[in-house]
């Protein structure tokens, strides 16, 4: 543990550097903490945190950044309840209180909103539920040899899928089709659907058969979790270094690494994890705040990842909301 005064310069350079992102001095210590000391006695200070692992020096002469154990130290120690402004919650209630349509479409709209409020990039995985099966399926015809599959789940979710049909379908083969998929599918998981009897019609078991292979590899797919992703435009203005940016992008476009960064943080029973702390090498500079949110019926995750100089009080504070409204507006269907 830190005294008092250690821990207050601490908290000062912390939260001078994450508004920055410049190495913090002594004098400017001495003159926003209003510590009662000078600014000698404050390089004392600073000299003890870098020696202890909270502070680090970029380069000589300059002043001092945090560590990741300085960061972990602000966050569970110093940083105060963060809360929203009114503007920002009323845009949370005006959103959830207007979302309608397709679960995927609010799902990808609430990783946006979450993006906005923070200016990170926000993630939302939805788990899949075991309990859900298909309550009705249909095909439409989109161009010669293209059709797609349009099932809806007993939870309200609309899954759409491209099928390519290995013949031309006209309207009378794609609704025959649509009909021994219902007969298959009808009350079971979208990944299990039991065999279409054939019916006598070539053109539409064909048909029929690819749909229903397109759609339980599609759900297989799945089974870690639909990931959707916003906002990685604002995250990447947060970082100086080119090479960072490219880094961060490329793993954040993959959505197994994605899945299991968030499920390994909740695993550990963190909701904030700094740095190194999530083990995942190509995020060493970044921190991620996640959530996991409950629909009575499933369940999912949604976090923000950003740099690790993040505004951790408002950005725990804004996924803490948009979780519990995410979860509240799934569960009412």
Do not use: W
């Not at 599959?149 to 025959?176: H, I, M």
């Amino acid at each position: 543990m830190l005294d008092d005064r250690k821990a207050a310069v601490l908290r000062a350079v912390v939260e001078e550097y994450i508004d920055t992102a410049q190495p913090v001095g002594s004098s400017h210590v001495a003159r926003g903490a209003r510590l009662g000391v000078s600014p000698a006695t404050i390089r004392n200070e600073m000299s003890v945190l870098e020696r202890e692992g909270y502070l680090v020096q970029p380069h000589t002469s300059a002043g001092r950044i945090p560590t990741d154990k300085g960061y972990r130290f602000f966050v569970d120690q110093l940083a105060e309840p963060g809360t929203l402004d009114e503007a920002q919650s009323r845009q949370v209630r005006e959103f959830f209180d207007t979302a309608h349509g397709e679960l995927e479409e609010m799902l990808r709209d609430t990783s946006r909103l979450l993006s906005r409020l923070t200016d990170y990039a926000a993630v939302v995985i939805r788990q899949p539920d075991e309990a859900v099966t298909v309550r009705s399926v249909q095909l439409v015809g989109l161009a010669p040899r293209v059709a797609l599959a349009v099932v809806v789940l007993s939870n309200g979710a609309v899954e759409k899928r491209t099928v390519e049909t290995p013949a031309d379908a006209d309207d009378a083969v794609l609704a025959a089709a649509s009909g021994r998929l219902a007969e298959a599918m009808a009350g079971r998981p979208l990944r299990e659907p039991a065999a279409a009897r054939p019916a006598g019609g070539e053109a539409a078991d064909a048909v029929a058969a690819a749909a229903a292979a397109a759609l339980a590899e599609a759900a297989a797919g799945e089974e870690g979790g639909q990931v959707y992703l916003g906002g990685v435009s604002r995250m990447a203005a947060a970082f100086d270094a080119v090479e960072v940016v490219r880094q961060v992008l490329v793993t954040l476009e993959q959505q197994f690494v994605v899945v299991t960064l968030l499920r390994e943080v909740l695993d550990r029973g963190l909701t904030v994890a700094i740095g190194t702390e999530h083990g995942l090498a190509e995020l060493a500079s970044c921190a991620v705040v996640v959530s996991p949110f409950d629909t009575g019926s499933g369940h999912g995750t949604i976090g923000v990842v950003g740099p690790t100089r993040m505004h951790y009080p408002e950005a725990l504070a804004a996924v803490a909301l948009v979780s519990d409204r995410l979860g509240r507006r799934l569960a009412e269907g």
